[in-house]
Structures are given as C-alpha cells and as structure tokens.
C-alpha cells in the first residue's frame, strides 16, 4: 500500500534560520512526488512535481530534492510569510489519477 | 483565471440530515477529484471524474455518499444519511492533466 510520512510533525524557526523538512514515502513505481502548502483555512496550494531520483526544483526561498526513498524541502532563510503546513504526497492509484498525502509539517517562522 | 469554487465554506448539520456540497472546477478542466481530512487524518481521496463520469471512486467511505457531476462541469457530493464521523474538511480538486492538481478552499462540515 501506498504510504508518505512527513517529519517532524511542527517545526519552529527564527526567521533567517534555514531548514529541511522530509517526506519518505513507499510506493510501487513513483510516478511523480508533490509538495504543497496549505494555510489556514484554504486548500492546499501546489508547489512542486518531482519524478526522479536526482531531480531538484526550486522556488524562491524553497529547493524541493528527490531520492528512492524520500523528498526534503529546504528552506532557506526563512520570512514568517512562510509560516503554513506543508504537504507531501504521491501520485498513485491504477490509472496516477489520485494523491496519497502524509500527515503534513506545520512550519511556523518567528520574526 | 478563477480558481476552484467551493461551498458552503461551512456547514453543521445533525446526524441523520442530508447534506449537499458543490464544486466548481476550473473552466476546460475535464478531471474534478473529492478529498476529505477528517480530525487529526491525512487528506485521502474519495473520487475521480474525468468529464461527467466516474473515472475512480475507490475512496468512497460507503454507500451514503453520492457524487455527480453535470455535464463535465460542476460537481456535488451528497451524504445522506450524515453520522458524526462524516465531519470533517472535503475538499475539491480540478486539474487538466491528471498531475497539476487546483485545490478549492474547502467545505467544513461538522454532523453534531
């Protein structure tokens, strides 16, 4: 069965004090990873697609990385505008038509 | 372009109700996803339409829950009777290619 697991669960940061969050997963045959940010209150908000081992994307003052097992999130320098939940997931299902989310990271960025 | 629309925003109901939520995808996106968070769970997909028809709804809880969705463009998701363990946040998701998902804001529901 598909499974993400995000860690740590929160994580608080001064601001300027960079960071990772990761995301492993198992899965038979990745066909693509994502991340997301969610505020309060609204839906998750897309950031990233990863698909293979190696494969970086960067946004920002986010770089999302990928390896065969798991994801990180790096965060450099962060601003308290970056404070939100962020989502890992994998593509999934016998058609890649749904998402397997983990649990989420809940950053909070203090000034 | 505007986003995915969903209401209500919220909505309490009590065990036993009927409940009805819409989705407006974004306009020319043929594939609209449900997904749910329940208290202190990950979000988990419920169904898949590609246009007005079922592509998957492997995560339907069970059979007190009917989607539609009208000639390819807005969606419904019914719970009918509505338990306590319904509550929780349903979100709506369109997309044009089965990978770059839009997410809605979501409709919280809590069955009291």
């Not at chain 2, 989705?23 to 996106?29: A, F, V």
């Amino acid at each position: 069965e598909d499974q993400v697991t995000q860690s740590p669960e929160a994580l608080r940061l001064q601001e300027g004090e960079s960071s990772s969050l990761n995301c492993s997963y198992t899965v038979s045959g990745l066909r693509g990873l994502f991340w997301y940010r969610q505020d309060p209150g609204k839906g998750p908000e897309f950031l990233f697609t990863l698909y293979s081992a190696g494969e970086e994307k960067e946004k920002e003052r986010l770089k999302a990385t990928l390896t065969k097992k798991e994801s990180f999130l790096h965060i450099t320098a962060p601003k308290p505008e970056d404070s939100a939940t962020y989502l890992c997931a994998v593509q999934a299902g016998e058609y890649g038509n749904k998402l397997v989310f983990g649990a989420g990271t809940i950053l909070r960025v203090k000034s | 372009e505007a986003g995915v629309t969903q209401f209500p925003s919220h909505s309490v109901i009590e065990k036993g109700q009927t409940v009805t939520l819409r989705c407006d995808p974004i306009s020319g996106h043929d594939n609209l996803y449900w997904y749910r968070r329940v208290m202190g769970k990950e979000i988990k997909f419920l169904l898949h339409f590609v246009k007005e028809s079922k592509q998957d709804e492997s995560g339907m809880p069970n059979n007190r829950f009917l989607a539609e969705r009208t000639g390819g463009t807005y969606s419904t998701l019914k719970v009918q009777p509505a338990e306590l363990e319904d509550s929780g946040v349903y979100f709506c998701a369109s997309s044009q290619d089965r990978v770059k998902a839009f997410f809605g804001q979501g409709t919280r529901l809590t069955v009291v």
